[in-house]
């Protein structure tokens, strides 16, 4: 099986530099995925890692340690918008596709 | 406009009733899954299809059935509605199992009474 664990809830001030983090433990690591999940909506795509470092997209960055088992997501400048749900979801190479997602990190943005 | 929709987006059901939640993506997309989100929790797989007539168990499948006679729709049912199903359900679709994300549908929310 799969344990993925996130902070429940993260609180930042606009503007500011926040870093969310996953913790997983897993047998065929085959990639880890973050996504975003405004309240009320559909998830949708921030970032895949599937070898150790880091990747960026604009004010978005997500870290991988596979031997570490430990992934971060950083959103830097801070908007109100960015007050969401953070999902982390791992997968593994003998699910054909499957992900298994952990409970999320609410993160408020605050003025 | 092309993308995975999921029908009914609102459904209030009784216990013991058959309900069956729609999902339909344009993409021709390989993959499809269903998931439930309970309140502040994250999303668990329910079943999942590789392909047309190719399905599989998530974690948690009890209750439900799906089918995919055709690569396009991946109708999930509930046999027997229980009050523990009542819960947000999202369909996604990937076009690959490499570094491919997953697209959500909207969701549907089903109150079972």
């Known amino acids: 099986g799969q344990n993925i664990d996130q902070p429940t809830e993260m609180t930042a001030t606009e503007g500011a530099i926040v870093q969310i983090n996953c913790t997983y433990q897993t047998s065929g690591f085959n990639g880890l995925f973050w996504y975003q999940q405004h309240a009320g909506e559909a998830p949708t795509f921030l970032s895949y890692?599937?070898?150790?470092g880091l990747e960026e997209k604009g004010r978005f960055s997500s870290f991988l340690s596979r031997s570490k088992g430990y992934s971060y997501l950083l959103l830097k400048e801070l908007q109100m918008k960015d007050s969401a749900s953070y999902l982390c979801a791992v997968r593994r190479n003998t699910n054909a596709g499957k992900s298994t997602f952990g409970d999320g990190t609410t993160l408020t943005v605050k003025p | 406009d092309a993308g995975i929709t999921q029908s009914p987006r609102y459904k209030i059901t009784e216990t013991g009733r058959q309900v069956t939640l729609m999902c339909h993506q344009t993409?021709?997309?390989?993959?499809m899954f269903w998931y439930r989100q309970d309140l502040g929790h994250g999303l668990r797989l329910i079943y999942y299809s590789a392909a047309a007539d190719i399905t599989d168990k998530g974690e948690v499948p009890d209750g439900y059935v799906v089918s995919r006679s055709k690569t396009e729709n991946f109708p999930l049912t509930l046999e027997s509605a229980t009050r523990s199903q009542t819960s947000v359900y999202f369909c996604a679709s990937s076009e690959s199992t490499g570094g491919e994300t997953q697209y959500f549908g909207p969701g549907t929310r089903l109150l079972v009474l």
């Open positions: 890692n599937v070898l150790d």
């Open positions: 993409w021709s997309h390989s993959y």
